[in-house]
């Protein structure tokens, strides 16, 4: 028992890590909330679904997923950063990522709805069973920590190094002051959103191979990928990557001691457990944890 | 005809309900600049507090046999505090009054509340956290069966049963009285002195702050205010459909299609949001009832009227972001001596 | 070398400037002065292609620039320094002397980042620090040497010297007139009247989002009805 809690740990931080780390660089970019960004994931995690369906391995769809969260992530990117310049403010940008998230969730209601009617599945899918198992493991958890591991280690040496992870950093911090220098930002900002979109197809099909996913799971997402940024700091993506293992390991750890003192069942309320943290965070580190650890340093 | 005079009863029954709702959103929204995206949490507490509170205060009152459980044996209960409510009008309007009373209490308390840590968020992660505790609180109405029974919900006494055969007319009767009520309240208070000192915080919120007006106190009273208004619609909205299900209060029915009223209707008009509550009330019936005729899809055809509405408020917001009517300019009525 | 003709831009719907024609000689230093609001900083980010520009032209050594974005003129030999906001606070002085060549090959990055480390010297002890911990004089000398890294044959100055205390502010002028006098073009927005005339051949004064006058600055500084109008100096 504690040992599928264990892997339900790591495997939703491993997936939260990646989409929270995406969301929290499209917040920089846009000033504001991506609220379609959960629907995306779920709707990628069909093509899984349908990967199995017609006989391949799930994990053959993560090529197919990633470009479609991709490509879906890239035109939202487009939309918003088309009404910013006409002077759209924040509150508009949010209700337009709101507009769209009812879009990509209509769709992935009807991809959900023909998937289960023209193959025969239930609507509410999880792939546990297509999985290999390595070690006694399911090869998920694996995949999802190693590919999470790695992306951020590589990620953090590209921003040091290489000539355009610090134009990436430049254009976080002062975008217009980037484009003064000759960087095309316009071009990085469109990779960037585009690899969100790619993580968060990634982060999709990882999700589905260990736990149930349906359309309406996306607010669930929602909840998680805000309180990991808030916890990490909202302005920090790397900081956002580590609230994820924060809050995948507390929902864990909630399940494991409250069924233990109150009984089975409460694992129903783990959702709870995001939104308690930040509180919490909320009153000892306003700013997140790496602004805390920052201000620590310099005192 | 039957189902043309059941239809035009839906539609008014809807557009009285979302446009109270409509009303308290826009008045954080469309005239302090706070896009409360989280609001469905206060029509949520107010159909919790008629679960948990009324009626058991009248299984105590009537002497309901007490090893009924107003959940666990609801059909039970029901039939029997109908019988009774139907024979005691007094009790009925004193239960009412004392739940609005709860209510309205609840909500503002929970907002009061809510607003310590909302405020030590910043821009747009303060304008969705309330939709992460609505979510919390949705999930504990859902999972914990003594509230309002979990996923099944919960079946409420008619509490107009007094008027007996037009017992119906009931809660769509006060339903139409407290719109009028707010109605009046929110244009009374956005012609005032108060209404222009609003609108300037969502214009520049530094620079009244710098005229020496406290931005976040008034901030907060609305916010408080509009929060008691969203409650109230919850328990209307039970009383309505003489039930209380905690599936039903969801950030879909209950912000998102608000938010999308308002942008349509007119952000900063209060006669806009009701235009615009109209228009897509009427257009979710259409589509509803659309669906019985377009059978041969392979997917179910109600899916469609998210897509619908996303791309109307996306087209809106590209092409006509002031809505439907936009916003007057703000005048001051002369003083006569 | 820097033609402006005719040049009518703003931001949107707001426009700034109205029929604005300006000529910037090679290896001149140009200064244009005015009241506040007047658009000089408008200007500059006109010529950069930060602003809506309805219509006229800008010529650069005779090509045409004026629908050009940015990264596009910064190619071109121009470099933008503007009010505030030059630098990258959260990155450090190297990283961003790297982001200021980011057009420049490699190797000539290298090369060109220890070239202006000689010419100024004071950079050298802070690298590795981020700009957030610099004082305001050491941040506009890194702006500066950051600008000087593309080999810009023009530089545009928004307000050097404001903000600086007087010690800081002679340096800057004495390293404008140094780049100067290694060749380069220097178009300045200046607050400062007196310090404008001094240091500049040719003076343009805009109000309004009009060029009001123009001429060589040592006469400019003698005309009667412009000192008593604009700058309260009895003559």
Redesign the interface.
Known sequence: MVVSLLIDAIVLSSTFALLSFGFTLQFITIGTINLAQPNIVIFTSYFALLFCMVGYSPYLSIPVASLVGGILTLSIWKILSYMKKR?SDSNTLLITTLAISLIIYGSTNVFADYISRTMGTRRIFGLSIYDFNFLGMPGVLFFSLISSILFALIFHLFLKKC?TG??I??IL??Q??????????ELLLNAMWFITGCLSGLAGVFYSMWFFVQPVVWILFFVRMISACIIGGTTKPFGSFFGAFIVGFSEVLFIIVSSNIIGPGMAAYRSIVPVALVCIILFIAPKGIIEAIEKYRRE | MVLGSVLIIDILVFFLLYSILSLALHLQFGYTGILNVGIYIYPMIGGFILAIVPFRLAMIIFNVDPRLDFVADNPIVVRILNDYLARNPLTSVGLLLFTIAVVIIVAMLVSWLISYPLLRLEGAYQKIFTLAVAECLRVIGLQYFPIAGGVFGLGIPNIFKWLGDFDWVGPIALTACIFAIILLLIIKLCNSPFGRLLKAIRENALAVESLGKDVTKTQKIIMVFSSAIAALVGVLYCLIFMTVTPEAFNVDDFSFWCIAMIVLGGTGNNWGVLIGVLTIIILRRISYISRNYITSLPFDIAWLEPIMLGTLILLFLIYRSTGILPEKPTTIKKQVN | MLTLENVNSGY?SSQVLFNVSLNVEKGSITAVIGPNGSGKSTLLKTI?G?TDIYSGSIKLAGEEITKK???EI??KGIV?L?QV???????TAR?NL???G??LP?EKLEARIKEVIQIFPLLKNFMERQVSMMSGGERQLLAIA?ALL?EPSLILFDEPTTHLSPKFADMIEEKIRELNSMGITVLLVEQDVKRAFRISDTTYILVAGRVYFQGKSSELIKHEKLNKLFFGLES
């Open positions: 002077g000539k610090i134009a950093k430049a911090e002062d217009s002051l980037a484009e003064i220098h000759g960087v095309n930002t | 949107g950069f930060l974005k940015p990264h910064a190619k933008y503007s906001g030059n630098l990258f606070q959260n990155l990283e790297i982001i200021a980011y057009i490699k950051c593309k």
